[in-house]
């Protein structure tokens, strides 16, 4: 167990749709990283937070947006939902900024079927 | 652009042998991280091990360690004595310092350990 808590596990919606991944981070950690796992793309970081502010940010589409609050969980919003989508996101925490040699732990993700 | 490099789709080792994955990264930058991840069919990702740009000793886990040639840029991950359970993908996955905690990961290797 990592200590990267992520909801819901899977998720099935359809085309047009919104939906909202929550990640809670393991205690103490101060950063949130976003991951997209698809066959065609691999695993591809979207963006990262530490503690409420974003701090890196990768190929996240215009429709994908994200936040990390106060108690230092975050959640990735997904709108106007499109076939291509569908993937597995993973969510990720480290203690600090990232830049150092501190591992990110992951979540067990969210896999995400758009029908 | 960095970019990371796993030539092996696919290995097969005996159980209890030596098994050697291979990972070749691209980047402009000094300072850097290298790191291996561990996915099993259930899905989660799992840190392995880690390896600095500066570190001048080969990084070692238990049964992982990591082969670092920084001439070639290459961080070979070593798994001795394979087990049923080592089975699974991995990944290898770099990181640059002045990129906040981003991190680029490889294709994957699938590995399969026959009894």
């Known amino acids: 167990d990592s200590g990267v808590t992520q909801t819901p596990k899977h998720l099935i919606t359809a085309t047009g749709q919104r939906v909202t991944l929550r990640c809670s981070p393991r205690s103490g950690d101060l950063s949130v990283y976003w991951y997209q796992q698809s066959l065609d793309q691999g695993l591809q970081f979207l963006i990262q937070y530490y503690n409420g502010e974003e701090r890196a940010k990768g190929n996240i589409l215009e429709r994908f947006s994200a936040q990390q609050f106060p108690d230092l969980h975050s959640e990735l919003n997904l709108s106007s939902l499109e076939l291509g989508d569908s993937a597995l996101y993973f969510c990720a925490s480290s203690f600090g900024t990232g830049e150092s040699n501190q591992p990110q732990h992951f979540g067990d993700g969210t896999r995400l079927s758009i029908l | 652009a960095q970019k990371i490099t796993q030539t092996q789709p696919g290995m097969f080792v005996q159980e209890k042998e030596a098994v050697t994955l291979d990972c070749t990264y691209d980047t402009s930058d000094q300072s850097y991280g290298l790191f291996w991840y561990k996915q099993p069919s259930s899905g989660e990702m799992i840190f392995l091990i880690y390896q600095g740009s500066y570190d001048e000793q080969n990084a070692t886990e238990g049964r992982y360690s990591l082969n670092f040639q920084k001439a070639r840029k290459s961080a070979n991950l070593v798994i001795s004595a394979s087990q049923l359970g080592d089975s699974a993908m991995y990944f290898c996955?770099?990181?640059?310092?002045?990129?906040?905690?981003?991190?680029?990961f490889g294709q994957g290797t699938e590995l399969s350990v026959k009894p």
């Open positions: 996955a770099m990181r640059a310092y002045n990129q906040g905690g981003k991190l680029i």
